[in-house]
């Protein structure tokens, strides 16, 4: 039977929605992000992979170093481990999904 859920619902601040799959009989996990310009995570990693889906707005990703530009309709895969943060680099809001390659999220901030 599928489940519905409000995004409203989610555990949440004001940048992020999260859903854990664990909670929902889902095997991902993803955050629902709406960051203004100048927000962002602080460096982190994951022990699996994690996909961005940039649905609006422009972001700048570092990853292990790399520095990488993306704005609305591109996505950008992290590996397992990469170290990585983004931040809003645009003008307006930014909305994207970062999805998690597990039932629960898993993450070390480096910079805390």
Known sequence: MPTLLSIADLPGTETAHLFEGRDHDSPISCFLV??????????????????????EGDATFTVDGETIEAGAGQMVVVPAGGVHRFINSGDGVLRLVAIHASDHVIQEFLDA
Do not use: M, R
Request: glycine letters at 14%; charged letters at 10%.
């Open 34 to 55: 709406h960051n203004q310009p100048g927000q962002g995570p602080g460096l982190h990693h994951h022990p699996y992979e994690e996909t961005f889906v940039i649905q």
